[in-house]
């Protein structure tokens, strides 16, 4: 009753604009668009009304509208620093839409770079992906966090995941592993593990370390957020979403190459031509190739990336985008080291990752252990103008994961003799020939109509995603090792560490077989369809409405040679997932109060005990939900802006064992997240910029699959506290211009990876680490520098587990733009 009540007025809002519909209010529109001296869309240019409060910023496609405009006449202002001002006369009818075109004294080439050079700080104001139409951040009762350009290049960013160091909330677990299906690197977002698994708003998964080679800006949404993305690649924490490169409509590009500690060496290129004299088709090819070695005594990591983007304009109306990704790599294992099912923490003989033993440059592992990735990634996008107010995207998108080749990882053991170092074991989990793919196709119709007084800004569509996993898990235990070489001989201590090899460990295979296997063969559908709409009660009082209707088929385990189905485990859920959301901004554009109800879901098998008979599948879908409130500002010409928000998300419906029924499961399970988001980012003075974040979270298990974790925070949850910054100056004098420095760095305090009542508590101890850049942008070249981990901080991370982390290194870099 609860979820029909939810939809029940969902579907009331979205009436109310009808029932509303005053035809003699006198209130009318201005829509039109901005276009540059040689016909192209003008984005990011002011539009203002003369003499009243009321200004836009137009849209990627030159758009611009201001609703509910009094009938009479009007001027508009379109002002670029250092060009000719432009004022067009207009004329405002009650109910009607007034249309106005107007074309700049500049060429499209010359407005971005008085864009980009008159870009204040590492601000973004809006996104076309995050409510996939296009809105203000101000205007969005969700909250997300854009990492620019800018500050990619400021910080000599090479990685998604060093970009994501600038997210507020956002704490790394886990390295990239580069296996297939689940190799890419694990962020904690608001309590919740979540991966980067987006890209331009559709499955974009890469299983290894994400090069930054296409990488435009990187989007963080936080909070549950299945209505519009479903549920396949999300994560009740929140979504990563990778905005690429795009072409445009000259020849341009840059070469450049980076080189740093541990033998690091990066060469990329981004390589823009039109192909067509009209620009109609247009190339922008982006590649990079990375080797490195590692802060260990062993390890290496290396590979390739080739990311060509093309572009076709067949008519005003109609456009296609086609994309693809190719990445290539190999690398040895990461040290992770493992606690083993059920052992006491007492036993262990340390309860804090720098109280163990270990020694924190050896690997422990010989090189030759490696394994190869690789990932073939294609997109396509059509766009089609059906009218100045509505458009078609359709969206098609095919990832391609594959691994093969060993994993080496450590189980730490109870010390129960006396010895020098901790004791661990060393093992491998390989994957054999091991691959995932998913394929998504999207259609979207997006508009803005208006009824009454009432503007809509709508977006429907239809999804379907396939999920294909062929992955193939296997491993076994080499031996039993202390961390220090105790009462051997240096030459005995050498060759039992090189001894966790791959000849050794192919003995082993040959005559021992696998310890355990671990096959992941399944495939899965979900259909769905969403509608989300944002409609202005007020200029400054607008209301959001959104549901996913979600059906979700697992064929269940697939024959790999006949390609038939194998119908154990097969099962079908279907699932309603609502969204809404308000914004009030007392002054409008720059300060917004917001508040959002938002749901994500999580599709489970199981069997239900049934008073002991026992059923498959008798479950729904687990769920998350989400409450949250907060402001923005968006304030002093764009020279501050900011987000505060509180959020409450309570998961239900978790599916545990069943006490009274042994062997089967049961679905009451809970588990409450609540905490504060923070984000500011600042341009005080001509120069200077900032960006920083803080978040705190608190998790807990209410009712859990073990009754020893109740009440306490799960060990997945990541450190309560997170914050990061960075701060930057750009010199202005003449002489020294393009010139500048940055330092910031990331907190995070105490992580318990493990917590039990019955076990105890492991800790990884707090950190700050602190970086810091300088650099030298000019319009044809840019050198830069920086320094990760000023401090040489050893410290750790880990998802249930202890990572130590990479300690200082620097790199150096020039690239040449022409």
């Known amino acids: 009753m609860k979820r029909i009540s939810i939809v029940l007025a969902l579907l009331l809002i979205a009436i109310i604009p009808v029932m509303a519909n005053d035809p003699d209010n006198g209130f009318g529109t201005i829509k039109g668009r901005v276009t540059t001296a040689d016909g192209k869309p003008a984005a990011s240019v002011t539009v203002l009304i003369k003499g009243t409060k009321k200004a836009t910023v137009t849209e990627e496609d030159g758009s ?50 008085v864009v980009v050079s008159g870009r204040k700080g590492f601000g973004i104001t809006g996104s076309d992906y995050v409510s996939k139409m296009p809105l203000k951040n101000i205007e969005n009762p969700q909250v997300y966090s854009s990492i620019s350009k800018t500050l990619l290049n400021e910080q000599l960013v090479l990685s998604v995941d060093d970009a994501l160091r600038n997210a507020p909330g956002v704490q790394k677990m886990w ?35 994400t090069d930054a080679a296409n990488l435009e800006k990187l989007e963080v949404i936080k909070g549950p957020s299945a209505t519009l993305f479903g549920n396949v690649l999300t994560s009740y924490g929140g979504i990563m979403n990778r905005v690429t490169k795009k072409p445009y409509d000259h020849f341009g590009g840059e070469i450049n190459y980076t080189a740093g500690s541990f033998q690091y060496n990066r060469v990329g290129i981004d390589i823009n031509t039109p192909l067509d004299s009209a620009q109609n088709v247009l190339l922008r090819v982006n590649a990079a190739y990375r080797s490195e070695g590692s802060f260990t005594d062993n390890g290496f990591s ?16 109609l456009n296609f985008q086609f994309d693809a990704e190719f990445y290539s790599g190999q690398n040895t294992g990461l040290n992770v080291y493992f606690f083993p099912w059920k052992m006491k923490i ?27 990735s690789r990932n073939i990634n294609f997109f396509g996008q059509m766009n089609y103008t059906i009218s100045d107010n509505w458009k078609s995207q359709t969206i098609f998108s095919a990832t391609n994961g594959y691994s093969d080749g060993p994993s080496p990882y450590f189980y730490l053991l109870s010390n129960g003799t006396p ?170 554009d720059k300060i917004s109060l917001f508040a959002n109800y938002q749901n994500s879901f999580t599709n489970k098998y199981g069997v239900n005990g049934n008073n002991g008979e026992g059923e498959d599948n008798d479950f729904k879908p687990e769920q998350a939900n989400q409450v949250e409130g907060g402001v923005k500002l968006d304030v002093f010409e764009g020279k501050l802006s900011a987000s505060v928000s509180v959020y409450n998300i309570r998961v239900t419906d978790v599916i545990r064992p069943d006490a009274a029924n042994p062997g089967f499961s049961i679905q009451d399970g809970t588990q409450i997240s609540k905490g504060v988001d923070a984000e500011l980012i600042a341009n005080p003075i001509a120069g200077l910029s900032l960006v920083a974040g803080l978040a705190y979270n608190d998790s807990r298990f209410e009712k859990a699959d073990d009754v020893n974790v109740e009440g306490l925070r799960p060990g997945t949850a990541g450190s309560p506290w997170v914050a990061n910054w960075w701060i930057s100056y750009r010199l202005q004098c003449p002489g020294l211009k393009g010139w500048g420095a940055g330092f910031g760095g990331n ?64 790199a150096a870099g020039i690239a040449f733009k022409f």
Do not use: C
């Open 64 to 113: 611009f509208s201001f609703n509910r405009i009094k009938s009479g006449n009007y001027e508009l202002e379109i002002t670029q620093v250092g060009y000719e001002t432009i004022v067009q006369q207009v004329q405002v009818d009650g109910n009607k839409i007034t249309a106005v075109s107007i074309q700049l004294k500049i060429s499209s080439k010359e407005l971005r770079e």
């Open 175 to 209: 390295d990239a592993t580069g296996r297939s299906g689940d190799g890419g690197s694990y962020f904690n977002m608001r309590g919740f593990i979540v991966q980067s698994t987006l890209r331009n708003g559709i499955a974009g998964n890469v299983s290894g370390i």
């Open 302 to 317: 290396r590979g390739f990336v080739f990311a060509p983007s093309l572009s076709y304009k067949v008519n005003e109306k």
């Open 346 to 372: 007492a036993d262990l003989g340390a309860d804090r990752a720098d109280k163990l033993n270990l020694d924190y440059k050896r690997s422990y592992v010989n090189e030759d252990l490696y394994q190869t």
């Open 419 to 588: 010895h020098e170092g901790t004791l661990f074991s060393r093992n491998d989990q390989y994957t054999d020939n091991s691959k995932d793919q998913v394929i998504e196709l999207q259609q979207n119709f997006i508009g803005e109509f208006n009824l009454g007084r009432f503007r809509n800004r709508f977006v429907g569509g239809l999804d379907f995603t396939h999920h294909f996993s062929d992955q193939y898990f296997g491993g076994n235990t080499w031996d039993t090792i202390t961390a220090y070489r105790g009462d051997l001989t240096v030459d005995e201590y050498s060759k039992k560490y090189h001894s966790f090899n791959r000849t050794n460990m192919d003995r082993l295979y040959q005559e021992k077989g696998d310890f355990f296997t671990y096959p992941a063969n399944y495939i899965t559908n979900t259909y769905s369809a969403y509608v989300s709409d944002m409609f202005n009660i007020t200029d400054n009082f607008m209301v959001l409405a959104a549901v996913r209707l979600d059906h979700f088929n697992n064929r269940g385990p697939a024959d790999n040679i006949t390609g038939t189905y194998l119908n154990a485990k097969a099962y079908s859920q279907t699932f309603l997932a609502p969204k809404f959301g308000i914004v009030f901004q007392p002054v409008k």
């Open 747 to 810: 907190y995070a305090s105490d992580n318990k990876v493990i917590n039990a009542k019955d076990l105890g508590t492991f800790t990884l101890p707090e950190y700050a680490v602190l970086n810091a850049a300088v650099f030298y942008d000019q319009p044809k070249f840019r050198l830069s520098v920086k320094m990760d981990n000023l401090t040489n901080k050893k410290y750790w991370v880990g998802y249930t587990t202890v990572n130590p982390q990479k300690l200082r290194n620097f």
